[in-house]
């Protein structure tokens, strides 16, 4: 089972990335997804998660209202649209899977599945 994330780089505050995680070795279509992130010298923080169906969705207070999260079923991937970024943005940025729970969880040692990460740099 592998997730591979994407679509990280530096852009300048203000503007917009998008980042994707695509899974490979097994079908996630039944399962939770979700977005963390690490900045420099912190812990690993929630950001924005989704249920199997899409219907279900929690972003972290900071993000809410610029972030969007969304996954494709059928292509066994899920993207993070990231618009007005700000300078505190800037974090390597995870995808993972739950497999276990019904409910969303913003609990990272929760997840099952851990993508590689992909660095997003936002500068002022």
């Known amino acids: 089972v592998q997730l591979q994330a994407s679509g990280g780089g530096l852009v300048q505050a203000g503007g917009s990335l998008r980042l994707s995680c695509a899974a490979s070795?097994?079908?996630?279509?039944?399962?939770?997804m979700g977005w963390f992130r690490q900045a420099p010298g912190k812990e690993r923080e929630f950001v924005a998660a989704?249920?199997?169906?899409?219907?279900?969705?929690l972003y972290t207070d900071s993000v809410e209202g610029r972030f969007t999260i969304s996954r494709d079923n059928a292509k066994n991937t899920m993207s993070l649209q990231m618009d007005n970024l700000e300078p505190e943005d800037t974090a390597t940025y995870y995808c993972?899977?739950?497999?276990?729970?019904?409910?969303?969880?913003?609990?990272?040692?929760?997840?099952?599945?851990w993508g590689q990460g992909t660095l997003v740099t936002v500068s002022s």
């Open positions: 989704i249920n199997w169906g899409g219907g279900n969705i």
């Open positions: 070795g097994r079908s996630f279509s039944r399962d939770n």
């Open positions: 993972a899977v739950e497999v276990h729970l019904i409910r969303l969880t913003t609990t990272r040692g929760e997840y099952d599945f």
